[in-house]
């Protein structure tokens, strides 16, 4: 066997691994979708009635804590003009119409899954932002907004892993570095949500003291 071959063999994405991830990020996107159109949609519902009613309390408006009305009120709930859930609106349809394509075994171009890591990625800071702003500045917290965030940290995660494995970014050692965070792609994801829920459990101590007795 020639150095070449060894080097080829050392970089080529292993064919199960990438089935594996094919199987899962399909599902992770038509589930987050699904979940993120619902949160979305609700988010949405609340909005109108808001705006319907300025004394309209949201469902998830439980204490001063667990307050979507206090989040929904905020500057940081229209960054771009108009109600953040918009966006959601419309993004997560099409992230749950790629992974049904993808569950029945579509395969998708390459473009396509650019196309989705850009969306992804981009989601991904957004809710990091708004992660810092809700805990930090706001000083509230939203159900439906966290169910968002955990569904577009996972969409972005698997979304990237996979297309690492695949080999579709254009810079060497890509594929290498797929295959090597695909043996911890779970754990990567639990200590990623992990971290979240620590800084939400730091930030309101007292509130949650307060729960527990």
Same mark, same amino acid.
């Given at each position: 066997m020639s150095p070449?071959?060894?080097?080829? $063999? &050392?970089?080529?994405?292993d064919h199960d691994i990438d089935t594996f991830l094919a199987r899962a990020v399909g599902w992770i996107l038509f589930v987050g979708g699904a979940i993120g159109t619902a949160a979305a949609f609700a988010l949405t519902l609340?909005?109108?009635s808001l705006l319907e009613d300025p004394e309209f309390v949201p469902a998830c408006s439980i204490d001063p804590v667990l307050s979507?009305?206090?989040? %929904? =009120?905020?500057p940081q709930?229209?960054?771009?003009? #108009? *109600? &953040? *859930?918009?966006?959601g609106l419309v993004a997560f349809p099409v992230v749950a119409t790629i992974g049904v394509a993808v569950v029945g075994g579509a395969a998708l171009p390459r473009w396509m899954w650019l196309g989705l890591q850009? !969306?992804?990625?981009?989601? %991904?800071? #957004?809710?990091? @932002?708004l992660i810092g702003q809700s805990l930090y500045v706001i000083g509230a917290l939203c159900p439906y907004c966290m169910a968002v965030w955990v569904v577009t940290i996972s969409v972005f @995660?698997? =979304?990237?892993?996979y297309n690492l494995t695949a080999g579709r970014f254009c810079w060497r050692g890509a594929t290498r570095l797929g295959a090597r965070f695909a043996d911890?792609?779970?754990?990567?994801?639990?200590?990623w949500?992990?971290?979240?829920?620590?800084?939400?459990?730091? $930030?309101? @101590?007292?509130?949650?003291? !307060?729960l527990l007795g």
């Open positions: 070449l071959d060894v080097r080829v $063999r &050392n970089v080529a994405p609340d909005r109108i979507c009305g206090s989040i %929904m =009120t905020s709930s229209e960054l771009l003009g #108009f *109600p &953040n *859930p918009l966006i850009a !969306g992804a990625s981009a989601g %991904m800071l #957004f809710v990091h @932002w @995660w698997y =979304t990237t892993l911890y792609h779970g754990a990567v994801l639990a200590a949500l992990l971290a979240v829920a620590l800084l939400v459990v730091v $930030r309101f @101590w007292p509130y949650w003291a !307060g």
